[in-house]
């Protein structure tokens, strides 16, 4: 079984600040794959970014980057120069190596208000 | 992943009623999953249909729902006699079939059901 961990249920950043959301998986599969969607107010899911178990280097996308700490069981995605346009709720999931591409776990997900 | 179409976006249904909701997925996807995402959650895993086949309904409930993804025409999703805790926003996502964990699942923009 797969479990996702956001601990955070609501973070508050300054506009063009970084800001760090925070994930803790479980899983028992030897291959796996992180990934970062985020969900405005509209209500749609948009892809971030993606991290496979095996990638030796941390993931990054435009002003996105993620904190993979593979000991620790952390993925945690990490927004640089926060803007307005940023608040969303943010969700956290996986997918094992054996599930197909598509069936994932989700974490509860973490509101994310950027203030001016 | 405004390639992956959901009807209607708002339902509103009477307890008891049968709520059914579409989803069209990527043209050249032939995988299709439903999740489930109740308020204040992420989003939960219901079903796995390919074409004419129902793969893993592990996420669906024993009782009232049900899917398909016939050869022609969208997945419908199927929620006989509806009860409020039905209400939720159903996402629906598709992807090609990949060993490769990096394939991310296109998501369509939900359909949200309202259950009075």
């Known amino acids: 079984a797969q479990k996702i961990t956001q601990t955070q249920p609501g973070m508050f950043v300054q506009e063009k600040e970084a800001v760090t959301l925070d994930c803790t998986y479980d899983t028992s599969d030897p291959s796996y794959g992180l990934f970062w969607y985020k969900q405005p107010s509209s209500g749609e899911m948009i892809f971030l970014i993606y991290q496979g178990s095996y990638d030796q280097q941390n993931a990054t996308e435009g002003r996105y980057s993620l904190n993979f700490q593979k000991a620790r069981k952390s993925a945690n995605l990490v927004i640089s120069a926060s803007q307005l346009g940023d608040s969303a709720m943010y969700f956290c999931?996986?997918?094992?190596?054996?599930?197909?591409?598509?069936?994932?776990?989700f974490g509860d997900g973490t509101t994310l208000t950027v203030k001016p | 992943n405004a390639g992956v179409m959901q009807n209607p976006r708002h339902l509103v249904r009477r307890r008891g009623q049968e709520a059914r909701l579409r989803c069209s997925p990527m043209?050249?996807?032939?995988?299709v999953y439903w999740y489930r995402q109740l308020p204040e959650e992420g989003l939960k895993f219901m079903v796995y249909l390919q074409k004419e086949n129902i793969i893993d309904e592990s996420g669906m409930p024993k009782e009232r729902f049900s899917a398909e993804f016939p050869k022609e025409g969208p997945s419908i999703l199927r929620i006989q006699q509806v009860v409020r805790g039905d209400s939720a926003a159903y996402f629906c996502?598709?992807?090609?079939?990949?060993?490769?964990?990096?394939?991310?699942?296109?998501f369509g923009q939900g359909t949200r059901l309202t259950v009075v």
């Open positions: 043209k050249g996807h032939s995988h």
């Open positions: 999931a996986m997918r094992g190596d054996n599930t197909n591409a598509g069936k994932s776990t």
């Open positions: 996502a598709s992807s090609q079939r990949t060993d490769s964990l990096d394939r991310e699942a296109f």
